[in-house]
Each structure stands twice: as C-alpha cells, then as structure tokens.
C-alpha cells in the first residue's frame, strides 16, 4: 500500500490549501482513512478521519475550518484547510488505520507564515 501526498506549500495566516493524497495498493471507499500532521518538535497527530462508511471526526482545532473527503472513481482522499493558522504548520501525512502497519508516506509540508 502507498500513499502520496502533494498540495502543501507555504500561505500567508487566513488562507487555503487543499491537500490531495493519492492512494495505491487498496481500494479507499473500503478503508478507514486519515489525515495526519507532524509539527516542528511535535508528535504526529490525528487531524481528520472518514470512515468506510462516511463518519468523519475532526481534531477539535481543525473543525469548522476543515474538511476531509475522497474521491473514489480518483482512490484519493483530499484535506481541505481554510482559514489556516501558523499553529497548522506541519507535515501532513495521509494513512488508512494504524493498526495495518503501513509506512508513512513522504508528506507533504504546510507552512503558514506572514
């Protein structure tokens, strides 16, 4: 299983970034499927999930601004990030459940910055 992640960049404090996370090996509508962020001296943390089944939670500082999806006809899942923050700044990692033991991704990195 791979995931590849693209999209991040570096935007001013305010804007928008849609992060995309194109998947191989496995089909995503099947999945439990996550979004992830790693900041600087910071643990790795969950930031949005959607289920199989289309339940979807958000870290408690993430929600309302944004919004996890997949497109399935693309195997992709999408994050996407408005209102962005410098406390959003990380890289950010797509994954199904841990508890496969898939390898990380190489990331995508989000820098929020005036």
């Known amino acids: 299983v791979e995931f590849v992640e693209s999209g991040g960049g570096l935007v001013q404090p305010g804007g928008s970034l849609r992060l995309s996370c194109s998947v191989r090996?496995?089909?995503?509508?099947?999945?439990?499927l996550a979004w992830y962020r790693q900041g600087p001296g910071m643990e790795r943390e969950l930031v949005a999930n959607?289920?199989?089944?289309?339940?979807?939670n958000y870290k408690e500082s993430t929600k309302g601004r944004f919004t996890i999806s997949r497109d399935n006809a693309k195997n992709t899942l999408y994050l996407q990030m408005n209102n962005l923050a410098p406390e959003d700044t990380a890289v950010y990692y797509c994954s199904r459940a841990r508890s496969y033991g898939d390898s990380w991704g190489q990331g995508t990195q989000v820098t929020v910055s005036s």
């Open positions: 090996g496995i089909t995503v509508s099947n999945y439990f």
């Open positions: 959607l289920s199989s089944g289309g339940l979807i």
